[in-house]
């Protein structure tokens, strides 16, 4: 930005204004009146007749009216400034005051219309000053509540949905058992149960997300092994991958280092990123599990052959209720808010989390960053060092 079209300038130059214009007024204002004082006939006029008697007491009353002249013509000339510069600050405020108080109303009136869940609401001021980067922080600000309150709105109508369905089926099949239309047997109580569980899977994972979002998700971390933790995930993992037809393997290394972390918690992220594994890769096709150890952390990467996804989502996939295929079934979509809990669990351990894709038909890669397990010592040491 030019500063001359910065706000605190813009400001500073219409004071400087007001002070010029009251110079020039006040010098002009002096000009004119001692010109005039010259022209008539005044005391400040030394005739002859005066410059030759030159009587001591006419010398002394002489000097007494041209210092009361002197006077008057400076009180008229700061008198006539001060209007003069009264009249220029009056025009000069009401121009800046115009420029500047407008586009706040505008401001105002847009936060008071987002306050009251209008979030397409937008400013439109068009200046190229702190007023202009305000009102389009305001819009950006009003962009992302009304893709948020999107998302929400789309949210609840996908929770209904979730939670209609195996509410009717649960009812459906007691109201025939109560009527003895369908038989008490093991298939039916099966299917009840499986309902019951996508029921009690969805309230978990609002609830997880409530918690996460307020700060309030209990994190225990301490030294684990991440090379057990992989392990026991896969392996809980491996019958549904085989029973798809998906290849699932893993890539450790030998002697990895520990990491300091809560180990159900991150095995809650794992299990979130090989559910989407399998529910994206098609059969015959693979998923890699590797680990990489560096010097201060250790990172996870699931690598699938999937479906892949495109760079417009990427940027958007942990934020919560999020879908990349708002179209895709329901039942094997999931709510789009399993990867927001993952980001929060993987943040309270101070990690990263995110995901990398070369489009649709390419698969995709998610990566976790887990800080190193330091004993105590050892920090003392680096410091003491400056490692």
């Known amino acids: 930005m030019r500063w001359s079209r910065q706000l605190r300038w813009k400001l500073f130059i219409s004071h400087a204004v ?71 600050a009056v025009v000069v405020s009401l121009f800046v005051s115009r420029r500047i108080v407008e586009p706040l109303q505008d401001l105002t009136e847009v936060s008071r219309r987002l306050e009251l869940g209008y979030y397409r609401e937008r400013t439109h001021i068009r200046s190229d ?12 600000l009003a962009e992302a509540l009304d893709r948020t309150e999107q998302r929400r709105m789309a949210l609840l109508a996908d929770v209904a949905h979730e939670l209609r369905t195996p509410l009717t089926t649960i009812e459906g099949y007691m109201e025939g058992l ?44 301490r030294p684990c092994s991440p090379t057990e933790l992989l392990e026991t995930v896969s392996a809980r993992f491996q019958p549904q991958f085989s029973a798809c037809e998906i290849d699932l393997q893993l890539q450790l290394p030998l002697d990895p280092p520990q990491i300091y972390a809560d180990q159900d918690r991150i095995a809650q992220v794992v299990i979130n990123l090989l559910a989407n594994a399998l529910r994206y890769t098609p059969a015959n096709g693979s998923v ?58 993987v943040y309270g351990h101070g990690g990263e989390i995110w995901a990398e894709s070369a489009g649709l038909g390419h698969g995709s890669c998610f990566y976790v960053t887990l ?14 060092t400056g490692k």
Do not use: C, W
């Open 129 to 140: 000053d702190e007023l202009a980067q305000l009102s389009r922080s305001i819009n950006q």
């Open 18 to 88: 007001i002070i010029v214009i009251a110079v020039v007024v006040l010098l002009a204002a002096a000009q004119i009146l001692v010109r005039t004082s010259l022209s008539d006939q005044s005391p400040l006029m030394i005739d002859s007749e005066s410059a030759a008697t030159g009587a001591l007491s006419g010398v002394a009353d002489r000097s007494d009216a041209i210092q009361g002249r002197f006077q008057n013509i400076l009180e008229q000339a700061l008198l006539i400034a001060s209007f003069g510069a009264l009249a220029a």
């Open 288 to 345: 890699l599990v590797s680990l990489s150890a560096f010097d201060d952390y250790v990172q996870i990467a699931v690598r699938d052959s999937g479906i892949g996804i495109e760079a417009i989502h990427l940027p958007h996939i942990f934020e919560r209720f999020y879908r990349v295929d708002k179209s895709r079934a329901r039942a094997s979509g999931g709510t789009g808010i399993g990867l927001t809990i993952a980001r929060h669990m």
């Open 371 to 384: 800080p190193v397990y330091k004993p105590a010592f050892q920090i003392v040491v680096e410091q003491a």
């Open 178 to 221: 109560l009527d003895r239309v369908i038989a008490p047997d093991e298939q039916t109580f099966t299917l009840i149960r499986r309902e019951a569980a996508r029921l009690q899977r969805l309230t978990e994972e609002l609830a997880l997300l409530s918690r996460a979002e307020a700060g309030a998700l209990p994190i225990a971390p």
